[in-house]
């Protein structure tokens, strides 16, 4: 992957190049995201454009993220577009570079790690400014000498750095939609806007595990689209949550070598694998399945 990576223009200045990064990582997970964009629902939970050290980066994954929340494909060709007047795009050849970013398509494979270490080369990289801070701080006498203030600053600093990454200050790994029980995750309603369909509550503990698959039948309005399939877990209270996830491209229904359009308005049968999983749904809660495309 390394040699299918255009290096930036500009090196960064001595004291930026020392603080943790790895450029090729953040390429290899773009060009994944851009192979596969059923990953960017999965990585987006934690990864944020800040946390890539190299900023175009960021601005890519961006937008990447902004095309896939509108169920469009992003891929080097719809992303060309919004990088034809970068000015660093153009340091590196102009929008071609997205081209190359997807050069490998065994990093796919290793997508979450790229993204797991992107996250966390960033929060390093939190960490050294709040140790750079405390140390400035501890050395600046000229207003008043305050030990605790400056400790109780250090400890909201560095706590801000760990809830980052989890509610309970500890570092989250990348793992589907995050605790059940974060109220950021609850689907009520993003679900106004899909079709669902919901079982009866079921009377034990059932537990969700291996790899689910979504057997459909239905006509779509336009030629092609994302078809995006989500089985949740809904409490009592209504709250929703996804256990899993699956994306389709309806052209690709059977099978990637040979894309064929729909009719518009003629029922098509879709097969859609969704993302592994381990789940425990409560005695008393329904399983949802929801649709969007």
């Not at 750079?132 to 801000?160: C, F, H, W």
Request: net charge negative; hydrophobic share 40%; aromatic share 6%.
């Amino acid at each position: 992957m390394a040699d299918n990576i255009i290096r930036l223009a500009d090196a960064p200045a001595p004291e930026t190049a020392s603080v943790p990064h790895n450029i090729e990582a953040e390429a290899a997970l773009l060009g994944a995201l851009m192979i596969d964009n059923r990953l960017a629902e999965d990585v987006q939970l934690k990864l944020r454009p800040d946390h890539f050290f190299e900023p175009l980066h960021g601005r890519v994954y961006e937008q990447i993220l902004k095309l896939v929340d509108r169920n469009m494909i992003a891929s080097p060709v719809t992303l060309r577009p919004m990088f034809e007047a970068d000015e660093e795009m153009k340091e590196l050849g102009g929008p071609s570079y997205l081209a190359q970013l997807t050069g490998s398509g065994a990093a796919v494979i290793g997508a979450r790690d790229f993204a797991e270490q992107v996250y966390e080369l960033a929060l390093l990289r939190a960490l050294i400014g709040v140790g750079r801070e405390m140390v400035e701080n501890a050395l600046d006498t000229s207003e008043q000498v305050d030990p605790k203030g400056q400790i109780e600053a250090a400890e909201s600093a560095l706590y801000r750095v760990a809830e980052e990454g989890g509610s309970e200050g500890t570092v989250k790994t990348f793992c589907l939609y995050g605790a059940p029980d974060d109220p950021a995750n609850d689907q009520r309603l993003p679900d106004e806007a899909r079709l669902h369909f919901d079982s009866a509550p079921v009377a034990d503990d059932v537990v969700i595990a291996g790899e689910p698959r979504a057997h459909l039948r239905a006509a779509l309005s336009t030629a092609d689209g994302n078809l995006v399939v989500r089985l949740q877990d809904v409490a009592s209270d209504g709250t929703s949550f996804v256990m899993t996830t699956g994306w389709l491209r309806a052209s690709h229904r059977t099978g990637h070598e040979h894309p064929a359009l729909l009719t518009p308005g003629q029922p098509y049968d879709f097969d859609v694998a969704l993302w592994p999983t381990h789940w425990r749904v409560a005695a008393g809660h329904r399983l949802r399945v929801s649709t969007q495309w």
